[in-house]
T-cell receptor
Framework: GAGVSQSPRYKVAKRGQDVALRCDPI?????LFWYQQALGQGPEFLTY????????KSGLPSDRFFAERPEGSVSTLKIQRTQQEDSAVYLC??????????????FGPGTRLLVL | KQEVTQIPAALSVPEGENLVLNCSFT??????LQWFRQDPGKGLTSLLL?????REQTSGRLNASLDKSSGRSTLYIAASQPGDSATYLC??????????????FGRGTQLTVWP
């Protein structure tokens, strides 16, 4: 079956623009995660959804970052008034059940955001 | 804050060598540990997942071990091939209540296997 997909794959934004990044998890997966990966670094956690509920958003770096998953499937990560330090690869991952199962997280290809 | 460290940062070996990648973590409340592979411009591919109750997992030429008492995990790659060239990331999940679920990643080991 299809894996996790993300769009767009690449996004160039001018500083101050708003951007929206989309994630389509594996069908039926309950848990959805967003991570941010800066160049040369490992991914860092941003936020986690179980179905449509956002259970952990403590990793979001500022109030300019907002994520939603209104119907418990597709998720959107929105960044308002982008700044150069937001340039990174944004990775989405999903897993079949809630986190207590400690299952494998399956990652999408990421969206590479460049803020000029 | 949980810290996950990987050494070496980069490794270059000739084809056919057996090699070991190291990962260490500071929090003893490890829930599971996962090894990923990342190819340039691509997402992460899960290689092996070790639950805290397990000591090792094997898949083909890959073997990963977990030692909770010392806070270490190793990924062993047997008979390396040029196609193994990639960045290898380890990630820990820690049982700290509300943060369960998030993965804490190391910075990765960039592996090059030359023919």
């Amino acid at each position: 079956g299809a894996g996790v997909s993300q769009s767009p794959r690449y996004k160039v934004a001018k500083r101050g623009q708003d951007v929206a990044l989309r994630c389509d998890p594996i069908s039926g997966h309950v848990s959805l995660f967003w991570y941010q990966q800066a160049l040369g670094q490992g991914p860092e956690f941003l936020t986690y959804f179980q179905n449509e509920a956002q259970l952990d958003k403590s990793g979001l770096p500022s109030d300019r970052f907002f994520a939603e998953r209104p119907e418990g499937s597709v998720s959107t990560l929105k960044i308002q008034r982008t700044q150069q330090e937001d340039s990174a690869v944004y990775l989405c991952a999903s897993s079949l059940w809630g986190v207590a199962g400690g299952e494998t997280q399956y990652f999408g290809p990421g969206t590479r955001l460049l803020v000029l | 804050k949980q810290e996950v460290t990987q050494i070496p940062a980069a490794l270059s070996v000739p084809e056919g060598e057996n090699l070991v990648l190291n990962c260490s973590f500071t929090d003893s409340a490890i829930y599971n540990l996962q090894w990923f592979r990342q190819d340039p411009g691509k997402g992460l591919t899960s290689l092996l997942l070790i639950q805290s109750s397990q000591r090792e997992q094997t898949s083909g030429r890959l073997n990963a071990s977990l030692d909770k008492s010392s806070g270490r995990s190793t990924l062993y790659i047997a008979a390396s091939q040029p196609g193994d060239s990639a960045t290898y990331l380890c990630a820990g999940m820690f049982d700290r209540g509300s943060t369960l679920g998030r993965l804490y990643f190391g910075r990765g080991t960039q592996l090059t296997v030359w023919p």
